[in-house]
């Protein structure tokens, strides 16, 4: 959605290294930020989440800060896996409003 | 439990006919959503609903309309079908509005 800007559109990494995915929003009343990973012919998953009183959130390789100030979020990927290679969307809610950026397709190269 | 379910899972339109989509969920979620997938647009939402009874317009809810008669389901319709409208579309539902959204394995619609 025009609310939230998403980069880059395509991403390839080799095994084992790290992949950054970033976001900028716009509303501030969005207070939710999640993250989906969507495999081919599948519907969106969530990896992870953050709420706007969090600056950081860690769940194994996955981590996702937040910089409410600055209006930024981001996806960061540890020890990349040949399993990671999927679509990657990131989100910001609240105030009913649900804006999706474009999402971004991560390569991870064995 | 089966999740969040899509019917049909694949449709071929002629311009101007009508069809539903149909989504169910047995999470017993108030909160339900229709999106589009578009290549390069990502998910774009059409209508919501935060709970039975209501619906509500998203960024994009020209051309469709939605009825949640029973908290379970969620029906998108297509009055007039047009070849912009040909996309992948998914539902969704959670349990209130800043929290995870469960999708269903989506509808590819294609109006020629």
């Known amino acids: 959605g025009e609310n939230v800007e998403q980069h880059p559109s395509t991403l390839s990494v080799q095994e084992g290294d790290s992949a950054v995915i970033k976001c900028t929003y716009s509303d501030s009343a969005s207070n939710y930020f999640p993250w989906y990973k969507q495999e081919l012919g599948k519907g969106p998953q969530l990896i992870i989440d953050?709420?706007?009183?969090?600056g950081e959130k860690k769940d194994q390789r996955i981590a996702v800060t937040l910089n409410k100030t600055a209006k930024h979020f981001s996806l960061h990927i540890t020890e990349t896996q040949p399993e990671d290679s999927a679509v990657y969307f990131c989100a910001a809610i609240g105030g009913n409003q649900f804006y999706f950026g474009t999402g971004t397709s991560l390569t991870v190269i064995p | 439990n089966a999740g969040v379910t899509q019917t049909p899972k694949f449709r071929v339109l002629k311009t101007g006919q009508s069809m539903t989509l149909l989504c169910a969920q047995d999470m017993n979620h108030e909160y339900m959503y229709w999106y589009r997938q578009d290549p390069g647009m990502g998910l774009r939402l059409i209508h919501y609903s935060v709970g039975e009874g209501t619906t509500a317009k998203g960024e994009v809810p020209d051309g469709y309309n939605v009825s949640r008669l029973k908290k379970q389901n969620f029906l998108l319709g297509l009055e007039s079908a047009a070849p912009s409208q040909t996309s992948v579309y998914f539902c969704?539902?959670?349990?209130?509005?800043?929290?995870?959204?469960?999708f269903g394995p989506g509808t590819r619609l294609l109006v020629l």
């Open positions: 953050i709420r706007s009183n969090v």
């Open positions: 969704a539902s959670s349990y209130w509005e800043e929290v995870t959204q469960y």
